[in-house]
């Protein structure tokens, strides 16, 4: 793409109110609008970048056997006073509203109400079983305050997954899937080193809930992690009978600060018994559906990104989900520069590599500026000196170090299979 | 994908209230799931359906040289204030709720204001402009009846495109390419021949605008239509003046019931003043935006094509949105069926035609039926007697008759190119 056809302006004017890292770097560049504290509207590439983050979660959960779907962001009250959630002293983050007759409702912080009391009309028989559902949700939480930015947002994109299971048995093994998908999941999108499964509070219905906390000065939790055994519990649990139990060392254990990216749930069959979701088994007796719940925060696993990777330069992309894999600029006006950077363009379009083009009338010092703000992985530059030399300039958004390459060299850092 | 690995299950339980065919149908056949009136769930099959259109959008979008975006459902009331939009005598649609400290929000109904307002950060000289960006947004209505199904709901998905250009003549060039987009993407969903371009109501700014009304006898809408010359007039603004005014013969109208699929409008520079988006001109000068909005419902158009296409036996797709473009079943347990129809299988994923294979054990008619319910285009059917003959059974969903065509035919009717 010509970045003279991207809607992508840099903001000079990040608005005082904002103290969040992730979101003044990502307004900066033109990545996010901020429409007030904790909600942020996506421009292009921003967008992009939330699709990228999307298209590997959706890929890893279609892997596991779930499929896709939509519920919706209206929810009835009824339903979540079966399960005592609907009341502002149980839950703080409701967004309530009147229909026109005077209905009241709600808007969707969380699913398992909705999924769950839907699976009703689905699911009768053990042959109906299992069955995992995901979405892509716009979340809409009530937050009494809203100061990191797209880390923890009043309005945000969330994956939430649900499994739907016969047994505790069958449970177990898909909570595991789950799991190695997860941690795939963090691995593509360059986070695999520093996020840490970790257990955390179980609420009502099991012992331990598990959360994929990530190393992040930035973030909200603190987890107590033993590099070695790869231990990490959330502080908020930590106790000596819980060390005890875990047979790890309390002298081993580092005290960190992280940002929860992941958290997966066992729900046991209460809120189906609350909601009234049952099967028949093979035997004609009556059972409540074991279920699980699996949330990744998309917007704020982006967030977490920025805050890791960004320099003084500007945003720092993982190739999995920068919008563009490479930006390419011309130095000088010369016409032969021109002709060749045109080629390049074309053959790393027709070769499927994504790439932004300067074609903007600028010094090269303002274009590498942008590159750097815009943090796009490789930059490409054409010049008279790189074409009399029959070679390309070349330079990684996290190196230094220029270096100059010829058509093949650039294939092989690419990738590209021609 | 083979139907046991999806969910995609027949609902027997229509709720009683549903009164639209559209809603009906999709409920049956497991594409939707209805939360409350006017708010629909989208399941996995609904979910493709939606996609698809949404893709075909979006490339019509790009051609025009537009960009995606994603603005917020949550909307800052001392903007909609500045175009006297917020109020509920205004506007009777908003549904509103308070932050913790008390602020007032709206959720958002429409984007006008929040796009315009957030240009003012990247608009500020002649350079700037003309800036066209579009997004898919899930809007919230609080509609006082919602009996139409997914055509008229209190959530529903819309694509709502903006243009910001420097002039009148800029701004009309722009409007017609849009019209043209428009008419690619109708003809690309199988609507071409019966949506028409009409003149509708202007408001505020200009005596037109313009809307693409599909003939529809569950539309809510009635236009005046001269098929000879191709103008079509919204009943709502009929007048002799008009027919006068576009030199048509009054008795050359036919009277249709429609509904409205999209809509055009061209705002002029007013909300721009009202909003402050100004730019400077090359002289200097300060001068307002000319703005322009062009909607389409995405599920409202969904709604429509199940109610014109739809037979006694369920839905029926337009190809280039069906959820899968081929339904493949097997007749009796044989041994060399079921080899013969699993290379059939792997044969057209390989080629990239969408296939939902019926891998349940049932009978034939059942699973027949399965298929005409989920309005598949192309159904696949291999057996004995169509193995000892070397051929496939084959039937479009749309017709009566079978035909058994060999594996040349076949790719030539799928239009395969191996």
Aim: glycine share 6%; aromatic share 10%.
């Amino acid at each position: 793409m010509k970045i003279t056809d991207l809607f992508v302006k840099a903001s000079k004017n990040v608005p005082v109110d904002e103290q969040a890292t992730n979101a003044k770097l990502l307004i900066q560049a033109g990545y996010v609008h901020k429409e007030m504290a904790g909600v942020y509207a996506y421009l292009p590439l921003g967008l992009m970048v939330i699709e990228n983050i999307k298209q590997i979660v959706r890929d890893e959960m279609n892997k596991i056997g779930s499929n896709e779907l939509i519920m919706t962001s209206l929810q009835r009250k009824e339903l979540w006073e079966r399960t005592n959630r609907w009341s502002d002293q149980e839950v703080d983050v409701w967004f309530k509203s009147h229909l026109k007759n005077g209905t009241e409702v709600g808007f969707g912080w969380s699913h398992e109400e909705p999924i769950t009391d839907m699976m009703r009309n689905y699911v009768s028989s053990y042959r109906d079983l299992p069955q995992y559902v995901y979405q892509f949700q716009t979340k809409l939480r009530n937050e009494l305050r809203a100061k990191s930015g797209i880390m923890r947002g009043r309005e945000f994109v969330m994956k939430d997954l649900y499994s739907y299971s016969l047994t505790d048995k069958d449970h177990d093994k898909f909570y595991q899937e789950t799991i190695d998908a997860y941690n795939r999941i963090f691995d593509r999108v360059g986070l695999a080193s520093s996020t840490h499964f970790t257990y955390a509070s179980g609420g009502a219905f099991t012992q331990f809930s598990h959360e994929f906390q990530t190393e992040c000065e930035a973030g909200e939790d603190i987890i107590h992690l033993d590099r070695k055994s790869k231990v990490a519990i959330n502080d908020e649990i930590l106790s000596d009978a819980m060390i005890k139990g875990l047979k790890i060392n309390a002298s081993n254990l580092e005290k960190i600060k992280t940002a929860e990216v992941g958290n997966i749930f066992s729900f046991g069959s209460k809120k189906s018994e609350q909601l009234g979701l049952y099967y028949t088994d093979g035997k004609g007796a009556k059972k409540p559906v074991i279920l699980g719940s699996y949330g990744i925060g998309i917007t704020r696993l982006m967030g977490v990104i920025v805050e890791k990777f960004a320099d003084g330069k500007g945003l720092i992309w993982p190739e999995s989900i920068a919008p563009f894999r490479v930006y390419l600029a011309t130095i000088g006006d010369d016409k032969d520069v021109h002709h060749s950077a045109k080629k390049l363009y074309e053959f790393l379009q027709k070769e499927g590599v994504a790439v932004l083009y300067d074609d903007r009338d600028l010094r090269a010092g303002e274009k590498f500026a942008t590159c750097d703000m815009l943090g796009i992985p490789y930059r490409l530059v054409v010049s008279e000196k790189t074409i009399k030399n029959k070679k390309f300039e070349f330079k990684k958004r996290s190196n230094i170090e220029v270096e100059f390459v010829n058509q093949n060299d650039l294939e092989n850092l690419l990738a590209i299979k021609s």
